[in-house]
């Protein structure tokens, strides 16, 4: 009988705040809405600070936490396609380590695990779990746009 009691008052709660029939969604399920255009896969907000990946305009994944270029070193706006992937990386470069490593652009310039507290040399740092994520949902041929 306690556990009626507290159904009832569950669903009455939920009618007096206007909640009936709605579900609760995780944070991941509810998506901002990326500022790049429908051929996207990989969406990139450099003011955002904000990375998403998408499906034909939709968002699958995101937005994620992302740090990019410090001064000298900015991230390069544009649009551009996945041209190869190394899930761990070492930049001769910076001398340092890259894990889960998308890269795309001619120059360099990658998605990978990276601190989100300090800027890059021109890559888009994500955290850990966004890397793997970006690392094995992107391919070589999927368009990556990077906006303001």
Known sequence: MGSLRKSVAVAAIAAATS???LVAVAP???ASPAPCSPAARACVALGANAAWLMNGGAVTYGSVPITSGKPGYRTPKGS???TYKDIDHWS???NGPMPFSVF???TGVAFHEGSLSQLSH???HLSPEAARVFYDSLAPGDVVEVVA
């Open 28 to 30: 991941q399920a509810a």
């Open 92 to 94: 001769h470069s910076f």
């Open 80 to 82: 551009f396609k996945v």
């Open 104 to 106: 795309f652009t001619t």
């Open 19 to 21: 909640t009936a029939g």
């Open 122 to 124: 021109g890559c888009v």
